[in-house]
Each structure stands twice: as structure tokens, then as C-alpha cells.
């Protein structure tokens, strides 16, 4: 095949694969994300429509345009598209829900987009000069300069693509991540040489390997959502081994988190003692299964409360997530409010109690292991 052939296939791939990713995140966005009023979908999808439109304009050269003027214009027209990915991609990162405690306050700050949008503007107008004129010299310099850009995009995507995957605990994705980044940046290594043909591979398989990452982006996402959406009260199983309660640590054996078996967590004694008697109550009296809870200010000393502290409760749901999700993998309004809700219900401000059935509480154990059903 000859260059013009394979420039013109790679056109029509490039155009083809990436409008239909367009078209596939941003349907995954109007069934999902318009709900949520997150727009970051948005911004990514956009990044891949430059790459869709960078193709179709190869086509549309190679066939118009004369062989002379072709290079330069190819060159200018790809240039323009790769800084309006870049743009795009870095607009982006603000609305992802995990971003690195470092760079956070940069990327999540009101200067974000000037920090982003000025080196663009300076990118941007000296190429699209360069494109005007055809200063077939100052292919080089365009190139440059759309390398420098993605320099700046491809650190701050990387490092939040793997805080991402990590926190919601796809470690394999967090990898495959990092290796797309990598490939990415060969590819712009690869704009700095005449090597047509590596730049060629490099793009496409840094471009399929993105597509594929931003997908899995977003069903990771979706995955998160749904987690959160199945923490209801009857889908919540306990289960406490009495012969434990005495212990510095103590077991409990909860289902209907993230998993659809029993997993095993452990608990201080004093959070276990207190779940404990939130379970027995529930279990002996169901309909009054209420614990009172000490008002904040209280100093009488006659006057004998279940709950000595406010917040006593909200520190079993920390614990619960720290264990089941992981230390810090897991949010406030996706993981803590829903399972707060699901866990607990508080009829007053000064009464609180189970809010799962009954039947859905085992305080043995071990019946649960030698009748090997559900509690």
C-alpha cells in the first residue's frame, strides 16, 4: 500500500471508531449521567469527536487538495483537533468524583479553566497562522507545540484515571490505565520525528486504548451508582457470634453491601456492643426497637441513655465502610447517607433504631454455619 492509501484508511477508521464512541459515551450520559447533572461524560466525548473529525479531514484532503499542499494543510488540521482533545480531556477532569489530594486543589479550583484555556489559546492561534499561510517550514513548530499541550493533559489524566479505577477498587483497570498513558505519550514522542509510519501505530493504538479506558470509565461509574442504589433495608443481613462480645475486637457478619454473601467484619467492642444491642432490640421488641440517644448538653447524671455520644452510630457506618470498601475509597453521598439510611431510623431526634427486619438478624452465628442459610 502506499502512504496515500494508508493515510486515507486511517482516515476512515479514525472518523468511523470515534464518532461511534462519541455516540455510545454520550448516550451512556443521556440515559445516566443528565440525571446526575455530571457533565464531565460530556467533555470526554467531546475530546473523542475532535479525534473523529482530525480523520474526516484526511479523508476530505487527501481527495480535494493537491499533493503540494496537502502535507501542510494535513498537518495544521491535525494539530488543531489534537489541542482541542487535549481542552476538552482537561475540562473533564474537575467533574470526576476522585481526583488525587494533591493536584485537587488546583484541578477543582474557579482558575482551572484559565489555567487550562490560555496555554490552549497560545497553542492554538500560531497554528491555525501557520495553517492560514502555509508556511510549509513551520510543520515542525505546530507539532511542537500540540506536544507540549498534551505534556500537560496526560500527567493530570493519568493520575486521576488511577485514583478513579483504585477507589472503587478495579485495580486491573487502574494498570490498564497507565499503560494507555504510556502509549499515549510514545505517540507524541512520535510527532516530534518524520517516523510517519510509528506515528501512524502509536496513534491508533493510544486512541483505541483511551476509547476503551473512557468506557470502562464510565461503567465503573455506573457500577458505583448501582452499589450505592442496592443498600435498602431488606436486602441487609446481621449476624453477631454472642461468645465474642466480651473481646477488645469483635466479629459481625453482614451481607447486602457490595457482595451477595456474608462478609466478615470486625468491630471495637465498643461499636460491636452497641450494633449488638441495636440487634437484639430489634430482634426481641420490633416494634418498639428504640435506643435513646444522650442530648448534646445533657449533664444530668441520674438520667441513663443508651447512646452516651450523638454520633456513635455514624462511627459503626464509617467503620462498616472502611472495611467493606476499603479506608477512603468510599463517599459520603454514594456510600455513608444510603447505608446511614438503609441501617438506621430515627423517629425523633432523641430515638434511633434498626431500620432492617427482624427476620433479617441473626444474633448466633453459628446457626447460620451449621444450617448453611441465610439469617
Known sequence: MTNTEILNFYGWWQFSVCLFAFAGLMTIWWHIGRKQQDFGQVWLALSILCWSFSGLGEVILDRTIGASTTNNLLEGWRSVFSLLNSLFILLALPWFRYIPSKIAPLVESDYWRWIVGLPFLFSLIPTIRILLTGNSSSNHFIRELDVYYAFLTLPFLGAILWQSFSKRRLIGLAYLSIIAILFAVFAQLCKTTNHTSYLLIFSAIFKTNLIMIFFALALSWVKELSESSQVVPTRIFLSFDPQQLN??????????????????????????????????????????????IKPQGEKRSTKVYDIQEHNEYIRIVESLLNIAYGKSNWTKDLHEKPLLKALFHKPGDRTIGLNIPAENINLDYQEVLSNQTNP
Do not use: M
Open 247 to 292: 473481646k477488645p475486637k469483635a466479629p459481625v457478619w453482614i451481607k447486602g453491601l457490595h457482595t451477595t454473601d456474608f462478609a466478615k467484619i470486625i468491630l471495637t467492642r465498643k461499636k460491636h456492643e452497641l450494633l449488638y444491642k441495636f440487634a437484639a432490640q430489634k430482634k426481641l421488641y420490633p416494634e418498639a426497637a428504640y435506643l435513646s
